[in-house]
């Protein structure tokens, strides 16, 4: 009952909340702060849903089931089995999916892909392998270890794996049937790029089309090669001077081998903040006092800043060395800085909007424009 009642406090602050964003959206342009407060609501409302399932399975008993009676690793296995449905279910499914197709339909935003039901019911399969397989391997190394008391010492593995799985294994699976650019008219750009990793002895990586209309392009990494990704929005809507701009900086990323500096700094900052809440908010869920919890929820958002701030930080850096970089590529900063105009023209965004791992477009048009050779 304690969960169902804090699932009732966050829904009925974030519902009126939600309802007013719509309402703002669809006459105007909301700002910054309006839009903090959609992701705040969106994301309590689907915490409170979580919360929900949880009281309901708790009232059905599903949690007093003895996993450890065996005392084997097949029981510790048993456990990562029914941790990892789990935590898919609640965390991946709930919390972040939910919240976050609340918060595009609070702020009326246009979806980002065309993903068929069959393509996406896929990718959650293989996410949900993903999960279940990762905590199988650390309920089987909790097993092995418990006796020695070093159990703390796997909270970096337990906060990288499946951040290493998403990060590279399951990309591949996802674009593994996309398009690659040649077959999309852009058998020059291609060349160019040939050309370039020649040149350059830029580590292997494969360039796949994300169909649909999302316009922006990533890269991740892989267990033999790095995938660039681009959206189709950006292949529809660019020449093929700003694609291949944009392309030469997710390629300076490749060879800076920025994917693989980020993992063992997220797996720090994760495993603070997963120490944090063992030792100060678990402690305040344990009196399944609705006040303490919800006190334990807040308190988990303030360690969760310098998290994200860390990250953040690097992550900005990260992109104004790939911009320079790219303006190496290319000879030229002119084709980078149009390009970033029309991204955010593209994705209907002020050019002064900044986000917590991305500097502004302004901001990185200046310092582009502040290289050598590039006015």
């Known amino acids: 009952m304690p969960l169902l009642a804090v699932a009732l406090v966050l829904a009925v602050a974030a519902i009126p909340v939600l309802g007013y964003v719509r309402l703002k959206s669809g006459s105007e342009e909301i700002g910054k702060l309006i839009a903090i407060a959609a992701a705040a609501a969106s994301f309590s409302l689907s915490a409170a849903l979580a919360f929900s399932v949880l009281d309901g399975l708790t009232l059905l008993g ?35 999916g939910i919240g976050i197709a609340l918060y595009r339909w609070s702020c009326r935003l246009p979806p980002s892909t065309e993903e068929t039901v069959g393509r996406r019911a896929g990718t959650m399969l293989l996410e949900l392998v993903g999960f279940i397989l990762a905590f199988i391997g650390i309920c089987t190394l909790v097993y092995l270890v418990e006796s020695t008391g070093f159990v703390m010492l796997l909270v970096p593995v337990f906060v990288s794996l499946i951040p290493l799985y998403e990060t590279l294994v399951l990309p591949w699976f996802q674009h593994i049937r996309s398009p690659s650019l040649k077959s999309e ?19 292997r990586f494969h360039i796949r089309v994300q169909t649909g209309t999302m316009a922006n392009a990533y890269v991740i990494g892989g267990l033999v090669r790095y995938l660039v990704v681009i959206g189709g929005g950006l292949l529809e809507n660019m020449s093929k001077g700003q694609i291949k701009a944009v392309l030469s900086h997710e390629i300076a990323h490749v060879a800076r081998r920025d994917v693989l500096r980020l993992l ?112």
């Open 62 to 96: 599903y949690y007093d089931r003895n996993f450890h009676s065996l005392n084997s690793w097949k029981s510790y296995a048993l456990i990562g089995v029914n941790i990892g449905l789990n935590m898919y279910i609640l965390m991946r499914v709930i919390v972040f």
């Open 185 to 203: 008219d852009m058998a020059d750009v291609q060349a160019w790029i040939d050309d370039l990793c020649a040149k350059r002895k830029i580590p």
């Open 264 to 375: 063992p700094l997220s797996a720090a900052c994760g495993t603070f903040f997963i120490l944090c809440v063992i030792y100060f908010v678990n402690p305040l869920f344990a009196t399944e006092e609705v006040i303490y919890i919800l006190a334990g929820m807040m308190l988990s958002g303030i360690f969760a800043l310098p998290t994200f701030w860390t990250l953040g930080f690097f992550m900005r850096k990260m992109e104004f060395r790939a911009d320079r970089l790219a303006v190496e590529y290319l000879g030229e900063g002119a084709l980078l800085d149009a390009a970033l105009l029309r991204l955010a023209d593209l994705n209907d965004e002020s050019v002064s909007q900044k986000y917590w791992s991305h500097p502004s477009i302004e901001d990185r048009v200046k310092a582009i424009r502040a290289l050598p050779n590039t006015q």
